[in-house]
């Protein structure tokens, strides 16, 4: 368990603070996202430079988990973890700077260690602190050896330079991640905001402002080759004695069930918008003004075995005005809207519920 600079004077406390603090080192082991991770040129390449420069057989970039130390990169030992309780390093975080062992067999915290008394029988041990930038310690850059021996000053020097620089690295590595977390999430939240500013809130249908948008691209569609469409105005009729009778509340589900209809009766290429209030706008993509005719007919068919609200009284029952219009590449939004409203009002003339097309 890493050591904590000071400690509660009573055995209770000690215990409690200790436990305490090692939870919050492994959860800043845990932010650097790095146990289990695969090998990386970048670290091997530290463990292959300090293993030349301290003349080390054995070279390791180890960190000390809750039951183990795992490698992320290693030089001459063929293992990627060990537990725990063999750990030299997990001593070696018990205190700041470098760690050094000249003789393992002459010290009493690893003369007995399998890893000294057995295969690969290590007798010296020096490791340099990896240590997060709030100050926990994580692991170890550490050397280790067959025979007893010592660092030169120079050895000493360059194995905590190098420690710092794989501490430097994954500080680098982890603002990389951060980074792109945050670009992510700003794409993410971007594309909920332009989806919001498209969207009815009502019935997250598209608005006006995203239908038109929609609209121009079809025509830009039509324009290079592909099939006329189509353009229906819908408009439920007498809503507002719904509105006046029931309350608004009543009058926002009857539009949340009239939009379920639409979802039914129309194609899933088929956009449907909320032109405003009771009004709604549909386009056809590749769609003859006979075909639109059909369209029109299934929704009027669901209108009248469908109620739009819950209660199923007469006014949950409505009827709708259509007027249907071709899309072709000369026209514009504005003369489509002329169109289907002149429609629309003609079949309000005929005594509503009921579907005018152009060319009639």
Known sequence: MALPEHLPQTADNADSYLDAYETRRLQALA???????PEESAFDKITEVVSLICNAPIAVINFVDRDRQWFKSEKGFGVRETPLDISICAHAILQPGLFIVPDTTQDSRFANNPLVTGEPY??????????????YPLG??????????????????????????????????????????LIHELKVTRQELTSLSSKDPL???????????????????????????????????????????????AGD??????????????????????????????????????????????????????????DRSPLAYRTASIGICAVTGSLSMDDCLNSTDKLLYQAKERGRACTVCESE
């Not at 280790?144 to 620089?165: G, K, N």
């Open 31 to 37: 932010d650097y996202d790095i146990l289990d991770t």
């Open 122 to 135: 290590l007798r010296f041990y020096a490791g340099a602190l990896l240590e997060s930038s709030d100050g």
């Open 140 to 181: 170890t850059l550490c050397v280790l050896d067959y025979q007893p021996r010592d660092l030169t000053e120079r050895q000493r020097f360059a194995l905590q330079a190098l420690a710092d620089q794989v501490m430097a690295h994954m500080e680098l590595i982890r603002t990389h991640r951060e980074q792109t977390d």
């Open 203 to 249: 019935t997250g249908l598209l608005n006006r402002r995203a239908f038109e948008q929609r609209f121009e691209e079809e025509v830009a569609l039509i324009q290079r080759g592909a099939t006329n469409a189509a353009l229906m105005l819908i408009d439920l009729d007498d809503f507002k004695t719904l509105n006046d009778t029931l309350g608004h509340q």
């Open 253 to 310: 589900q009857a539009i949340e069930g009239f939009t379920e209809l639409c979802y039914e009766a129309f194609r899933q290429s088929d956009v449907i918008g909320r032109w405003g209030g009771d009004e709604f706008m549909v386009m056809l993509p590749k769609t003859s003004v006979a075909e639109a005719r059909h369209a029109a007919e299934r929704l009027q068919q669901l209108l009248t075995t469908t109620p739009l609200l819950e």
